[in-house]
């Protein structure tokens, strides 16, 4: 089809604001998800630091990044400053006081990548997760939620997205798809990038906060609400922004050549990453950068055969966008 036939069905893409909006209303916890959720955090707090009295808890992942659907689980780590602790053995540990505590399904897994206690709370029906001293989740959490709160758009579009990924089961890391974290990166990289720019590139500006873990600097410009109406010059609506993210990953996005960045609020060469090729496991077939951890490749999981999976998903949702009547109902059809 021509260029003008999609500038056409662009220009009438209004229509669907109504129904992408409610989709987002839809998506949004209670309030009262949060207040039990403290209330939770608050019983974890007075077990641990009966245990451990300079340990500190800190929510991170969706229950804390404003990405949260309603009834997620909740990621909880456990940060202390203490070079010869025992993950393994403060886990175990970590699970006979939640056990004896009436806490249920208490879970140690000590070998899993990120080692962690699984548990469930009776009281609030939340079931949580909990590691120990992995902070740059928490602060990569601390990230994405500040840029949530530049621009309402964000949440709406990173709603929009996660909850096409998950319908259409394109967001299983251990099928080679991509992480939630990863699809909100490249929502904040696309609204970063759109002209006039809906959000600003945080971290090339003034940092006003600033914390090392493990040897990595992160750095960056957190007062937002000094950034005003920041992305007000941009009238792009819901609607608009959810066709052009599709149709920028189906048929924008250069796969070969490429590297998203949230950190430079660019596009990157895989040249100078050095992600040409495929280093073990890693096959750099879609590259999104950490903010933080710059060497991490958040499509890492994805393989050449999920990368299809991947992109034909991208192409039926832009098509989608494009041809249907009625985008929100076909959109999120279960896989
Ligand atoms: N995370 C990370 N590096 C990754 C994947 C995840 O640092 N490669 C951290 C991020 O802090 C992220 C958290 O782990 O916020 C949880 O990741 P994920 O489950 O992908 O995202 P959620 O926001 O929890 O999404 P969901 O609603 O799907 O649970
Ligand atoms: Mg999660």
Redesign the pocket.
Known sequence: RTAKSYMACRNDIHRHDGPFNAVYNSLIPADEELVKQKQLMAQLERLVGKEWPHAKLYL???CA?S???PK?DI?VCLAIEDDDINKAEMLLKLADILESDNFQNVQALTRARVPIVKLMDPVTGISCDICINNV??VV??KL?RDYSRIDVRLRQLAFIV?HWAKSRRV?ETYQGTL???AYVLMCIHFLQLRRPPILPCLQEMEPTYAVRVDNIKCAYFDKVERLGNFGSNNRETIAELVWGFFNYWAYGHDYANTVVSVRTGSILGKREKNWTRRVGNDRHLICIE?PFETSHD?GRVVDKFSIRVLREEFERAAKIMHQDPNPCAKLFEPY
């Open positions: 991170y992942g969706s990044n990405f949260g659907f997620s990621d740059l989740a990569n959490t994405l996660k967001n992480s939630s974290y950490d958040l």
